[in-house]
């Protein structure tokens, strides 16, 4: 069986983050596995409290991964400190996976900041040159490429600015964007849009981290980058029309949906 390393926060709520992640490498049919960066007091409304796992503790769940199962790909997610992100990013420069698909996740979908406003130096210098894919929605990408997008254009050429900054390929997310839900594939040399109609409802927590760990997922059973991407549109799109009014915020996306209905439930 092929496996998918999640290193990220973890979301108690089971919405988005680590929980996110593994029921998404799950239903696509990989093995999931996580290494904890941040344990996140959250749920679809909002933020409580944030506390990091140690640097040293960091390392060393992602030791007891790598010095024992082949890892296929990893994704990354939520880095909220400086100290988080050296951790992370001196591992994966020592065990060099194939595939690193980084969501350089800031805020949740609530605007509760998830990352430090003065690690964005940190995430640049270090951890985006680390990424084979890295997936910014469209403020994190504003941010880290340091101008505004408003059309398709800006878009590209802020997915061009990013992977001047080290990212092998950038897939800048248009969920926040108006009209269509259109993400923008760069992969060096080439544009690929991925389009998919707005699906009206509120219920998008963890579509960031559900898209980043399919793509991660696809990738370890083989596909091609932009084929990855591909199947994780669907996949994310799925998952958000069928998302659930679970909560007072923002609902979950859904992730078993066509299990539930071959078994004739009624999730
Ligand atoms: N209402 C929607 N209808 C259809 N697709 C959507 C919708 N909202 C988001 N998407 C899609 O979901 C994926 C995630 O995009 P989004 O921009 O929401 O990421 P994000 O903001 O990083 O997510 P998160 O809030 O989990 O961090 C993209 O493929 C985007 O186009
Ligand atoms: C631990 C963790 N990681 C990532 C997100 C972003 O997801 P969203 O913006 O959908 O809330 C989150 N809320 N929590």
Redesign the pocket.
């Known amino acids: 069986m092929k496996t998918a390393l999640s290193i990220a926060g973890s979301d108690c709520s089971g919405g988005?983050g680590i929980q996110?992640d593994i029921k998404t490498m799950s239903a696509i049919g990989v093995f999931g596995m996580s290494v904890i960066v941040s344990v996140v007091a959250e749920n679809t409304s909002r933020v409580i409290s944030i506390e990091d796992v140690s640097p040293k503790l960091i390392a060393d769940q992602i030791d007891a991964v790598f010095e024992d199962i082949e890892v296929d790909a990893v994704k990354v997610g939520m880095l909220s400190t400086p100290a988080c992100m050296a951790a992370v990013a001196e591992k994966l420069r020592q065990y060099r996976p194939r595939h690193i698909v980084i969501?350089p996740?800031?805020?949740?979908?609530n605007g509760c900041p998830l990352m430090q406003e003065s690690s964005i130096g940190t995430l640049i210098d270090t951890v985006i040159p680390l990424a084979t894919l890295l997936?910014?929605?469209?403020?994190?990408a504003e941010k880290i490429a340091g101008m505004p997008i408003k059309t398709v254009d800006d878009m590209k050429t802020a997915a061009r600015r990013i992977a001047g900054l080290g990212a092998r390929a950038v897939?800048i997310?248009?969920?926040?964007?108006i009209g269509?839900?259109?993400?923008i594939l760069y992969d060096g040399s080439a544009f690929y849009p991925?389009v998919?109609?707005?699906?009206?409802?509120k219920n998008?927590?963890?579509?960031?981290?559900?898209?980043?760990s399919a793509i991660a997922s696809y990738l370890a059973l083989g596909e091609s980058l932009p084929g990855a991407v591909e199947r994780?549109?669907e996949y994310?799109?799925g998952a958000?029309?069928h998302a659930l009014d679970i909560g007072r915020g923002?609902g979950p996306t859904h992730h078993f949906y066509r299990f539930y209905s071959q078994q004739g439930g009624t999730l």
């Open positions: 988005a996110a969501d996740v800031m805020y949740a979908k997936t910014p929605n469209i403020p994190e897939l997310k248009g969920g926040h964007y269509d839900a259109e993400d991925y998919r109609r707005r699906i009206d409802t998008t927590h963890g579509t960031g981290c559900t898209l980043s994780a549109k994310v799109t958000i029309e923002c």
